[in-house]
């Protein structure tokens, strides 16, 4: 994730955040100011994190590298290229973030689609944020750069070791599972949420697979951008399922005494 979208993702946090949070209605999520400004300063901080990792990415060309370091399982993707593959995963990167939208088709999402879109941007923040971080970090060299059609003395800029994990596949996992997260949320008894988790789950894996074909990515990479995204799509909804200062343990009088409740 370069600069730019980088200044805009802060932008559109920031004025989410500096707006009035939507009132709580009877959608099973709560916002907290306090807790959310941390959320998407966490995940805007990364992404600067990232970037600043990114631009101290040292020069190397491909003699530098060793492709005996290639596990054999990965391997595979270095005799891959297809320029096509590589157009398909935007598609399906695109597709996977804009199914939220789908949920102003639902009247209960809709009418809460205000709250859904902070918990959107948080999970795309705090998802491009850590992608970034470990492609900083590891500078992992991409397949292609081992194809035979690689210039050996052409220096590798950071975008060609940018490999680990996959930001296509991380990106795909967290808008599909979030939309999935969030439609079983709001609609728990609805017959369409097997199709919905269908659907979450495969586009990401075909995004990762057409990462694989075009030569971008090595099957590990892949797997665990899916995991990771899936796992942030689904965490940042499930943390917000109770207000942030909930007290568990109540204890209310009635006319013949009190009761004392405990709320899981």
């Not at 600067?48 to 990415?57: D, F, H, I, N």
């Not at 992608?131 to 970090?137: G, L």
């Not at 909930?246 to 004392?260: D, M």
Request: glycine letters at 10%; one cysteine or more.
């Amino acid at each position: 994730m370069h600069i730019r979208p980088i200044i805009t993702l802060f932008l559109i946090v920031g004025i989410s955040f500096c707006s009035p949070l939507p009132a709580q209605n009877s959608g099973p999520y709560y916002l907290s100011a306090k807790r959310d400004l941390w959320y998407g300063a966490a995940g805007v901080s990364s992404l600067l994190v990232g970037e600043y990792l990114r631009s101290k990415t040292p020069e190397l060309t491909i003699q530098d590298l060793d492709i005996d370091e290639i596990n054999q399982f990965d391997r595979v993707a270095t005799r891959m290229s297809s320029g096509e593959a590589a157009e398909w995963s935007d598609i399906m990167l695109y597709s996977s973030i804009g199914l939220t939208g789908a949920l102003l088709l639902g009247e209960k999402t809709r009418n809460d689609f205000g709250r859904i879109t902070i918990l959107f941007l948080e999970t795309m923040a705090i998802n491009g944020g850590i992608t970034n971080i470990h492609k900083s970090s590891y500078l992992r060299p991409r397949p292609y750069v081992f194809h035979d059609n690689w210039n050996p003395e052409q220096i590798l800029s950071s975008g060609d070791r940018a490999s680990f994990v996959s930001g296509h596949t991380s990106g795909s996992a967290a808008g599909a599972f979030f939309f999935a997260k969030v439609f079983s949320d709001y609609y728990p008894d609805s017959k369409l949420k097997p199709y919905v988790w269908v659907v979450a789950i495969s586009l990401p894996a075909l995004t990762g697979y057409l990462r694989v074909r075009a030569g971008r990515h090595y099957p590990t990479d892949v797997i665990a951008g899916y995991i990771m995204g899936a796992g942030i799509g689904i965490l940042v909804p499930a943390l917000h399922k109770k207000p942030i200062n909930e007290r568990k343990l109540t204890l209310a009088p009635t006319g013949n005494g009190v009761i004392l409740g405990y709320r899981f």
